[in-house]
């Protein structure tokens, strides 16, 4: 498989510096400052792209385990919250996931979903983080 790269230039102090993240792929550059990561301030973050990341492999991830166990689902939507605090540090993470998947009961999919917030890359590489939780519903 494939090594994937991104990256970030910074220029100036913390406070009133400022910073661009790129995507390795190109398909997106954006600004970030300290007003971007710590308040509500225009721009992007390392906890967005974070987030983003989580959400992204764990949808595929448990639509890998689905597949593999002979469901097809229709649609996989997750959303990560990545929580910054005191150190700063990451200190929690909510997964929240809605699946569309036929044929597949309330249990069943608990458990499939439980799975692949345990398998996932990203989770994996995200074992420092206190808590990660999830709230998966099946629709």
């Given at each position: 498989?494939?090594?994937?790269?991104?990256?970030?230039?910074?220029?100036?102090?913390?406070?009133?510096?400022?910073?661009?993240?790129?995507?390795?792929?190109?398909?997106?550059?954006?600004?970030?400052?300290?007003?971007?990561?710590?308040?509500d301030?225009q721009?992007?973050?390392?906890?967005?792209?974070?987030a983003?990341a989580?959400?992204?492999?764990?949808?595929?991830?448990?639509?890998?385990l689905?597949?593999?166990?002979?469901?097809?689902?229709?649609?996989?939507?997750?959303?990560?919250?990545?929580?910054?605090?005191?150190?700063?540090?990451?200190?929690?993470?909510?997964?929240?996931?809605?699946?569309?998947?036929?044929?597949?009961?309330?249990?069943?999919?608990?458990?499939?979903?439980a799975?692949?917030?345990?398998?996932?890359?990203?989770?994996?590489?995200?074992?420092?983080?206190?808590?990660?939780?999830?709230?998966?519903?099946?629709?």
């Amino acid at each position: 498989m494939p090594a994937r790269s991104s990256s970030a230039v910074w220029q100036g102090t913390l406070k009133e510096g400022n910073g661009v993240m790129s995507l390795g792929s190109g398909l997106y550059e954006g600004p970030y400052t300290r007003a971007s990561r710590f308040e509500d301030g225009q721009g992007t973050n390392p906890e967005e792209l974070i987030a983003a990341a989580h959400a992204g492999c764990y949808s595929m991830f448990l639509s890998a385990l689905l597949s593999n166990n002979n469901y097809t689902p229709t649609r996989i939507h997750t959303t990560a919250t990545v929580h910054i605090g005191q150190g700063p540090t990451i200190n929690l993470i909510e997964l929240v996931c809605e699946a569309e998947v036929p044929g597949l009961n309330e249990t069943e999919f608990t458990d499939f979903a439980a799975q692949a917030k345990a398998g996932c890359p990203v989770s994996k590489a995200l074992a420092a983080v206190p808590e990660i939780t999830l709230d998966a519903k099946l629709l």
